[in-house]
């Protein structure tokens, strides 16, 4: 069983938990994206918040920070990420309302949107790209990135919880995790129990920041390496949350790559204009002295476009990523 | 009066260019004098405000109607959406002159911190929500604002103020589709530029008419004429009727005509008013000089007071 199924409970138990949360889509009324409304439309009383909408380009999101502005807080099924770029306009215009109206920073658009980012469907084209480094750009979008399969549900209840009308927030759910079997049983009450940015394991001689598709390999690679080597362990930093970095986000990203100088950095996606060069040029900044290597980013093989047959290339391997942890440990 | 190629085609006029009110009924119980002087305050704001090289300044003279119908008509808890030549709307509305001009002005001592854009004003207690930076992300913000005070049965409308240009964007279309698909309580208000030669080709490839777009789009709307204060009065009025009882979006297409164009006087709306007040023996110099001297008095001191 793929993680669908649970995700698609949570969403109905999302909207009976808070009567502002209503759900927006094109087809949300028959289903929704991959299913994920089919639960909630077992519930006669949800379906006034079932909003499904003619597809548009800009329009939706706009759509969304308006009910955002009447005081709900919509959570937006995306087919996939680049309906975001597709829609670049008003998600740029949703970071900055609060702000522009003079109000407080802390203060946001409540919406959550919710796409299916990068490779796993088979489908190729955006896995050529990193859609995370645009979304990532825009001042004012808190950007999240799921990267293991059981704890998808919970990185979707916590995105979909806003304090202090923060907001508004895009969580990515990587393709090949959202398809891959769920073998635990999911606490669909349970919110993430760590911060999106958190050490998943711990080591000594290298520290892995990998996030979405790269996460699993990452802890794969680390693994492995350990059990090849007493001498070879390295701490893998999942980094949950791309954007925006506060000081104390910073620090702890500045503080697991000082512990160990020696750094690898995994994401799907082209290296260059990646994520990857905007962390190694904050640990430059931050912590060069403390530095032992140079920083490796483990990236998608691939610098041109992607067809569907092609994506496994489009994602760091873990092997690769073991290679990499190797080769800053024996620097 | 010779009609002359600067009359709008297509538009239901109420009080027409040789000063013919079509239906008094119409106007019944509505205090002209008052509405009048209403439009002189847009006026000469928009005059004072010209004087004050703003950035990016656009002038709105010639479309006062659109502002002080707007600014009467909407009920307290009713929202507008406003573009960058809607500052009357606050005016009308009951926005503070001096704050009014801070936002303008950009000063950080304005409630928009010095942060909105060129033209446009914001205030939340008043729920005039500012312009957007997105060509037309505006109108997709209006219909969810309208859509979420529905689901909420909250029987309130919304509003928003845009120009010709942006009828020939994708977000336009995506937001009338919208509009209609989720029932919005929502009026859209195109203020439309097409005095005579004064349009690009390119900008009437979709036809000079968006009231008649949004009809074929299935959107319940009506044309009306920017000279003609009441008629506008009249169908934004309408429009906002079936908002606040639920009969669905509308759309409202004003065909304004900029003084900076120097048309005949007969298109001016404050003119034309004045000559439907005169004509009934309600006007007199002295009225006009203190109505324009009260207004002249209120923005003086309100820029004095932002210029220490």
Sequence with gaps: ?331 | MQTTAWEPEGVEALLDSKGTLADPAAVSGLDLRSYYKKLIAARVLDIKLGRLELPMWASAAGEEAVSVALGELLAAEDTVFVGNRDPAIGLIRGMPVAELLRQLLAQPSAQTRGRGLPGSIHSDSLRIFGASEGLGVNLGLAVGHAHGQALFGRGRATAVVFGEGLTTTGSFHESVALAQAHDAPLVFVCKSQIWPEGAPPEAGLLGDNVADRARAAGLWSRRCDGADALGVRRSIGAALHRAHTGAGPSLVEVVVTPLLRDPPAERDPVERLRRLLDSRGEWSQPFQDVTEAEIHGQIDKAIAEVSQ
Aim: charged share 20%; net charge negative.
């Design chain 1, 1 to 331: 069983m793929s993680a669908l199924q649970p995700l698609a409970r949570l969403i109905a138990a999302l909207l009976r938990e808070d009567d502002r949360r209503c759900l927006l889509g094109e087809d949300v009324q028959s289903g929704g994206m991959l299913g994920l409304s089919r639960a909630a439309l077992e519930h006669a009383d949800l379906s006034p918040r079932l909003l499904g909408s003619p597809l548009t380009g800009v329009a939706h999101v706009a759509h969304a920070g308006g009910l955002a502005l009447a005081g709900l807080r919509p959570i937006v099924l995306l087919s996939s990420a680049t309906a975001l770029l597709e829609a670049l306009a008003a998600v740029r215009e949703l970071g900055r309302w609060r702000w522009r109206s003079g109000q407080s920073e802390s203060r946001g658009l409540p919406v959550l949107f919710v796409a299916p980012n990068g490779p796993g469907f088979g489908l190729g084209g955006e896995a050529a790209e990193s859609v995370e480094a645009t979304l990532a750009a825009v001042p004012g979008l808190e950007l999240w990135c799921a990267g293991r399969t059981e704890e998808l549900c919970a990185f979707l209840r916590s995105a979909a919880t806003f304090e202090d009308d923060a907001g508004p927030r895009v969580l990515l759910l990587p393709r090949s995790v959202i398809v891959r079997d769920l073998n635990v049983d999911v606490d669909l009450d349970a919110a993430l129990a760590r911060a999106p940015i958190a050490v998943l394991r711990e080591g000594e001689h290298a520290t892995v920041f990998a996030w979405g598709e790269a996460l699993t390999p990452a802890l794969v690679a680390a693994q492995a390496c350990a059990a090849a080597s007493d001498e070879v362990s390295a701490t893998v930093v999942d980094v949950g949350q791309l954007a925006p970095f506060d000081d104390a986000m910073e620090a702890v990203l500045v503080e697991h790559a000082s512990k160990t100088g020696k750094i690898v950095i995994a994401h799907a996606g082209p290296r260059r204009g990646g994520l990857g060069a905007e962390l190694a040029a904050m640990f430059a900044d931050r912590c060069i002295l403390r530095l032992d290597a140079p920083i490796l980013r483990v990236c998608g093989e691939r610098s041109t476009l992607v067809a569907g047959h092609e994506e496994p290339s489009a994602s760091p391997s873990a092997t690769a990523i073991a290679a990499a942890i190797n080769q800053v440990v024996g620097y």
